[in-house]
C-alpha cells in the first residue's frame, strides 16, 4: 500500500516542453515576505523626516541679548533730529515765497544673513540720507510781491498787520454779540417789568372788552358803510386791474416782433428820462 501524502493538494510537476524554460519552484517559505516587508518599511521611516526641534528657552533668550537696545535708540533720535531739521527748512522756505519739494535718498543697508530667519527683531534698519531741498518757484499775487522781494522787515510787518486786523475783527464782532445779547435781556426784563405792573396795579381796568357798543348808533352806522363803500372799492379796482393786464397781454400778442421791440425800447426810455428828472429834482 503506497504512503499516505502529506498534504490534500499536491503541488503538480511543472511541465517539461521544448525551448521553454522550466518555470522556478514556489517557495513554501514566507520568511522571504516577511523580510521585504521589514525593508519597505524601514525605507519609509527613513523617508519621512524628523519633526523640527523647538527653540529652548536659553536660545531664544541669548537671541534676545544680541539685541542693541541703546543703538535702535540712537537710531530713532537721529530720525527725529532729521525730521525736525527737515520741517524747520520747510517752514524756512515757505517764509521765503517759496516751497520746497523733497527727494527721497535713502540707502538700504542690511545684511543678509542666518539669523535674519530666527528674530525679526534682527532685521537690518534702512538708514537714510540727510533729504537735500530742491526750490522751485511759487505764484505770488501781486499784493504780497513787495515783502516777497524785501522780506527783511516789510513781510514781518505785513503779517503783524495782518494779525492785528484779524484780532481787531475779532474783536468788534465779539463786541457786537454782547451788545446784542445785553440789548435782548433788556427788553426781556422791560416785558417782564410790565407784565408784573399790568397785573399789579389796581387802577387798571377790570376788563379789556370793548363796551362801548349802542353808545352812538349811527355814527357807528356810518363807519360801517364807510368800511363797506372802501372794500367795495377795493375790490373794483382789483377786477378792472386784471381786466386791463389781461387786455395788455392779448393786445401784445397781437403785434408783431418789430412792434414789440419799438414799444420796449420806448417804454425804456420814458423811464430813463423820469429816472433822470427825479435825479436833478433831487
Do not use: C
Not at 72 to 79: D, G, V
Not at 127 to 155: T, V, W, Y
Not at 241 to 262: F, G, H, I, P
Request: overall charge negative; proline content about 5%; hydrophobic content about 25%.
Amino acid at each position: 500500500m503506497p504512503p499516505k501524502r502529506m498534504t490534500a493538494n499536491p503541488v503538480k510537476p511543472a511541465r517539461y516542453r521544448a525551448g521553454k524554460p522550466v518555470a522556478p519552484e514556489a517557495s513554501s517559505d514566507s520568511d522571504g515576505s516577511d523580510d521585504e516587508t521589514n525593508e519597505a518599511q524601514e525605507t519609509k521611516a527613513r523617508a519621512i523626516p524628523p519633526p523640527p526641534k523647538a527653540a529652548s528657552a536659553a536660545k531664544i533668550a541669548s537671541n534676545l541679548s544680541k539685541v542693541n537696545l541703546d543703538e535702535r535708540r540712537r537710531q530713532a533720535q537721529e530720525q527725529e533730529d532729521r525730521r525736525i531739521a527737515r520741517e524747520k527748512a520747510e517752514r524756512l522756505a515757505a517764509e521765503e515765497g517759496f516751497v520746497t519739494e523733497e527727494e527721497d535718498e535713502g540707502e538700504d543697508e542690511g545684511d543678509d544673513n542666518e539669523e535674519e530667519s530666527e528674530s525679526e527683531e534682527e532685521s537690518s534698519s534702512e538708514e537714510e540720507a540727510p533729504r537735500r531741498l530742491m526750490i522751485r518757484p511759487k505764484f505770488i499775487p501781486k499784493n504780497q510781491r513787495k515783502a516777497a522781494a524785501d522780506p527783511s522787515g516789510q513781510g514781518s510787518s505785513a503779517a503783524k498787520d495782518e494779525e492785528a486786523r484779524l484780532a481787531e475783527e475779532e474783536a468788534r464782532r465779539k463786541k457786537a454779540a454782547d451788545e446784542l445779547v445785553e440789548e435782548q435781556i433788556k427788553k426781556d426784563l422791560a416785558a417782564r417789568a410790565a407784565g408784573r405792573k399790568h397785573w399789579d396795579d389796581e387802577q387798571a381796568s377790570g376788563s379789556d372788552v370793548d363796551t362801548t357798543d349802542d353808545l352812538d348808533p349811527e355814527a357807528e352806522l356810518a363807519a360801517w358803510r364807510l368800511r363797506e363803500l372802501k372794500r367795495v372799492k377795493r375790490e373794483r379796482d382789483r377786477i378792472a386791474e386784471q381786466e386791463a393786464e389781461y387786455e395788455e397781454r392779448e393786445r401784445r400778442q397781437n403785434l408783431t416782433q418789430e412792434e414789440r421791440d419799438a414799444e420796449d425800447a420806448e417804454k425804456m426810455a420814458r423811464q430813463k428820462e423820469e429816472k433822470d428828472g427825479r435825479g436833478k429834482m433831487s
